[in-house]
Structures are given as structure tokens and as C-alpha cells.
């Protein structure tokens, strides 16, 4: 039986073996596998996000005072305008003739008037009858002042100083009172009209730094100020406007939609980790195989990373993105 037992030692070694690689294999796939990444120094920066739209801090959006049809287009894209210079014509045939009209009856009792006038001084006519013909006179001469000035109302003119930023509208095309036919604002300064969350405009504060990205403008971020809060919001879309001024030599055009980021807080050269590590205010370790909790102290908290201010050091690995039902104790394996 002994020498049985020594021929069998090379068999039970081998299943020993098996089992021992079978045990380990077990533990290794039932353990879920984790990725662990470092603590990395950089500045943390708390932002409100919302889009806008660059526009003139000075501009008009002009429409014609009363319908017609477009006779004359007088200014153009890119044009300097003054304020009164008309920027188009509507047909102004009737009003033209109207006025005719008028004046023509204006000559008739004006000579009319000074006829009577003649006449009831050498005792030929009654001092009413001067009188009506002086009545009829002031009449049609009011009635050429109204049609005059339905006339000028036929010219679309600018009420500012400034550049035509955009025109529409065609000679023949009818214009209605409803219908901006031109836009015309001072080329400089530039401002970006944004709409903010109501649950974010308490942090909002006029001089603080806003970064900025345009579509046409995709690897520059630029740089405004704050520079206006509406103090009132608006309650159906639940937001307060905000007004961010751009410097000068800003590349950005009237028109163009922006995303901006209002700085808020910014801490330079911080502990900064992935902000799905965190879980109720701890982060979770691995050791020899287990994950530990660590309890942190946290600050700013951006997009992505949050600030560590205690409780963990710049040499400890932790669990980038902790799966939900992983805790304390827990085996796992490093990616």
C-alpha cells in the first residue's frame, strides 16, 4: 500500500496543483476589475456654463414706420451710417401726388385770400368772405404739412451713428411695420448676451472672469469680463440675462453664438481628483487585493475634477470610477 501511495504522490501533486491555479483563476475573474489612477496638482476653477450670442453694445433693429412698397435701397452691409441719413425708400408716388394736390388748392386761396383782401378793403366784399378764404388757406396748408410728413415716413432712416450690420429686404418687396429691414450698430465695443440659470445667478457677479468658445474660433479660448445682470428674470424660461463685454481687439463678429464659462472660484496649483471617484465624501483604495474607504475634505468642484483640500495624499492610488455596488472590502483587481 505504501508503494501504491508513492506511485499516486506524482498524480495527487499535479491535482493539487490544478487546484491551487483553479482557486486562483476563480478569485481572479470573480473579482471585478478596477482602474486606478493618481492625484494630480492643477488649478481648480468653478464655472457656470450658458451660450450667447455676440452683438453690438450699441445697435438698432429698424423697421419701416408705416407699410409700402421698397422703391429705393440707399445703404448697404459694411456702410457708415449718421443718424437721420435714410438707409431706404418706399414708394412714395400717391403721397407725391396728394402733396400736388394740395399745394395746388394752397395757390388757389392763397391768391383767393389776397383777392378778398383787395376787394373788402375797397368795400367791394364782406369782411367773412376774407376770413373763409383765410379758413380754407390754413386748412389745405395743414393738410400739407400731414402729408408731408407721411411722405418722410416713406424714408427708413438710421437713428444712430453707426455701420449697417445687416440689411434685408429687396427693391418691389412690400415692408410691413413688423419687418427689420436694417441693423445698424457701432462696430465696437461687442458684447455677449447669455441666458443664466435662475439657480445660478446668485454666484454670478459683474468684473468676473469669463472664458469663451466659439465654433469658428475652436482652439482660442478668449477672455471678457461680466459686465451687466438683468435684475429681472425671466419667469417662463426661468433664467437672468447676462451681459459679458469683449475687449476691443476681440476676433468675434456680430451674430456669432459663443459658449462661455463665468469663473466663480479658481484655486491654483491644487490636489485635484476625477470627480467620480468620490462616493458620499470618501474615495476608495486598493490594498493587497481590497479596497479601503478614505474620508476627504473637498473644495472647488468643475466639470470633471474636484479639489482635495484633506485627507488624501498626492502618492495615493485611488478608484477612478468606483462601480455602484462596490464597498469597502471588497476584492477587486487593478487594471
Known amino acids: 500500500m505504501y508503494k501504491r501511495l508513492l506511485r499516486q504522490a506524482p498524480l495527487l501533486l499535479i491535482l493539487l496543483t490544478l487546484a491551487a491555479a483553479g482557486g486562483w483563476w476563480w478569485w481572479r475573474v470573480s473579482a471585478p476589475e478596477v482602474e486606478v489612477v493618481m492625484p494630480r496638482r492643477g488649478a481648480a476653477v468653478e464655472a457656470i456654463y450658458a451660450t450667447g450670442t455676440v452683438e453690438a453694445e450699441k445697435w438698432a433693429r429698424i423697421a419701416p414706420v408705416v407699410p409700402g412698397r421698397i422703391a429705393e435701397i ?5 456702410d457708415a451710417v449718421k443718424e437721420g441719413q435714410p438707409l431706404a425708400r418706399l414708394d412714395d408716388r400717391e403721397a407725391r401726388a396728394r402733396i400736388a394736390e394740395l399745394e395746388a388748392k394752397a395757390a388757389y386761396w392763397r391768391e383767393e385770400m389776397a383777392r378778398s383782401a383787395t376787394l373788402t378793403a375797397r368795400g367791394y366784399r364782406s369782411t367773412e368772405a376774407t376770413q373763409k378764404a383765410r379758413s380754407e388757406y390754413n386748412q389745405v396748408t395743414a393738410a400739407i ?7 418722410t415716413d416713406l424714408l427708413v432712416t438710421s437713428p444712430m ?4 450690420l445687416k440689411r434685408d429686404g429687396e427693391i418691389g418687396e412690400l415692408a410691413e411695420v413688423k419687418d427689420a429691414l436694417f441693423w445698424v450698430g457701432a462696430p465696437r465695443p461687442l458684447r455677449i448676451t447669455a441666458e ?9 457677479r459683474i468684473g468676473q472672469k469669463v472664458l469663451i468658445k466659439a465654433d469658428a474660433f475652436a482652439e482660442r479660448v478668449l477672455e471678457a469680463k461680466v459686465d451687466r445682470v438683468t435684475p429681472k428674470g425671466d419667469p417662463v424660461n426661468k433664467t437672468f440675462r447676462v451681459r459679458v463685454v469683449l475687449p476691443d481687439d476681440t476676433p468675434l463678429l456680430v ?6 464659462n463665468i469663473i466663480t472660484a479658481e484655486h491654483a496649483d491644487v490636489l485635484l ?4 471617484a468620490l462616493r458620499d465624501g470618501k474615495v476608495l483604495v486598493v490594498q493587497d487585493g481590497r479596497t479601503a474607504a478614505i474620508a476627504i475634505q473637498t473644495g472647488i468642484r468643475g466639470r470633471t475634477m474636484v479639489e482635495v483640500t484633506q485627507g ?3 502618492e495615493t492610488a485611488l478608484i477612478a470610477s468606483p462601480p455602484s455596488s462596490l464597498k469597502a472590502g471588497d476584492r477587486v483587481r487593478v487594471k
Request: glycine content about 10%; cysteine-free; charged content about 30%.
Open 145 to 151: 404739412n400731414a402729408a408731408r410728413q407721411k411722405r
Open 273 to 276: 481628483v476625477p470627480i467620480t
Open 312 to 314: 488624501l495624499g498626492p
Open 255 to 260: 451674430g456669432m453664438t459663443t459658449e462661455i
Open 74 to 78: 440707399l445703404a448697404f452691409e459694411g
Open 161 to 164: 451713428d453707426g455701420m449697417v
Open 196 to 204: 443664466v440659470d435662475e439657480e445660478d445667478i446668485a454666484r454670478v
